[in-house]
């Protein structure tokens, strides 16, 4: 039962099912070899998405945390990312 005073609210997704999403970008990536530049500008391609699942998991302590499924554009890559590592696409410039 949670206390009348609590300051807790019910957490709301970022992102809709539909929503056309990007992942941030990643500064500081370190480059061991070759093989692993190829292997990341493999992926860097599927810069646009759609919004395909919102899910949700619990964290260690009980709280729920978002995660969305993404549909990428030119590929038929499906993944799954943490809120946090999304942002929507028309924000993506600023």
């Known amino acids: 039962m949670t206390h009348p005073?609590?300051?807790k609210g019910q957490a709301k997704p970022k992102f809709k099912i539909?929503?056309?999403?990007?992942?941030?970008?990643?500064p500081g990536q370190i480059f061991l070899?070759?093989?692993s530049a190829n292997q990341v500008k493999k992926f860097s391609d599927r810069k646009v998405g759609v919004v395909t699942?919102?899910?949700t998991k619990p964290t260690r302590?009980?709280?729920?945390y978002f995660y969305i499924t993404v549909a990428w554009e030119n590929s038929e890559h499906v993944t799954t990312h943490?809120?946090?590592r999304l942002e929507f696409y028309e924000n993506a410039g600023e």
């Open 33 to 35: 070899s070759a093989n």
């Open 53 to 55: 699942e919102v899910s």
């Open 5 to 7: 005073n609590s300051r």
């Open 82 to 84: 943490s809120q946090m």
């Open 18 to 26: 539909g929503d056309r999403v990007t992942e941030k970008p990643r």
């Open 61 to 64: 302590h009980g709280a729920e």
